[in-house]
């Protein structure tokens, strides 16, 4: 099973909301990501946990607030967004890095399509 | 730091028509793990595959075949008999050992009429 499951699919919020976007696997993986993808661009990493702690923050603003409660879970915090934050938001996990070459691999879910008004 | 580019912004053919999907990379690290992930409409990246720069074999699954050279830093990726549902955009990426950042190329979008 190599599923990763992502909720809300969509997310509308205004400017002064708090809300928070939900990950989960069950595949066994140590590590978990948060990407960004904006229309017609690639995926930008945004944060890494490893073994439920935050290995990697790309400078990421603090309106944006990641969470990993454990090895399976792993929540984004979204506070005071702004509308160019509007985006598809992707989590993926890997089994960790270092191990074997296999740790390397990132399974994505389907995303949260998120829309700041 | 790691960079890739995909020189082909987006390709369009006829069904059963090959396609080859360009992928130039630069590391200075000698070892790294290279990937392709495709990207339907629907949004979710599917994982297609990873190669090691240590093994420079190419490799063939169904319809799908990958092109690795060292000496020139290309990873290249060709769909043979092309179909509707290969129609998406294709991500090739790098990782460096004992890395986590996953370094995606601009994508090429591929469409697929029938």
């Known amino acids: 099973d190599t599923e990763v499951t992502q909720t809300p699919k969509h997310l509308v919020m205004g400017m002064t909301n708090k809300k928070s976007l939900k990950c989960e696997q069950h595949?066994?993986?140590?590590?978990m990501y948060w990407y960004k993808q904006k229309a017609k661009k690639p995926p930008e990493l945004m944060f890494v946990?490893?073994?439920?702690?935050?290995?990697i923050n790309e400078s990421v603003p603090s309106r944006f607030s990641p969470e990993c409660p454990n090895s399976s879970l792993l929540n984004l915090h979204l506070h005071a967004l702004q509308p160019e934050d509007s985006a598809l938001y992707l989590c993926?996990?890997?089994?960790?890095?270092?191990?074997?070459?296999?740790?390397?691999?990132?399974?994505f879910g389907p995303g949260t399509r998120l829309t700041v008004t | 730091a790691q960079k890739v580019t995909q020189a082909q912004t987006e390709i369009s053919v006829v069904e059963k028509e090959d396609v080859t999907l360009d992928c130039v990379y630069e590391t200075r690290d000698t070892t790294y793990y290279l990937f392709w992930y495709k990207q339907p409409p629907s949004g979710e990246l599917v994982f297609l595959i990873r190669r090691n720069s240590f093994d420079e074999q190419n490799e063939i699954s169904g319809r799908y075949s990958w092109n690795f050279q060292k000496s020139t830093s290309s990873f290249n990726f060709t769909i043979t008999a092309s179909q509707v549902v290969d129609s998406a955009v294709y991500f090739c990426g790098i990782i460096k050992a004992a890395g986590n950042k996953l370094t995606f190329g601009g994508g090429t979008r591929v469409l697929v009429k029938p």
């Open positions: 595949m066994g993986h140590r590590a």
């Open positions: 946990y490893s073994y439920e702690k935050l290995s």
């Open positions: 993926a996990s890997s089994q960790d890095r270092a191990q074997t070459a296999l740790s390397y691999e990132q399974y």
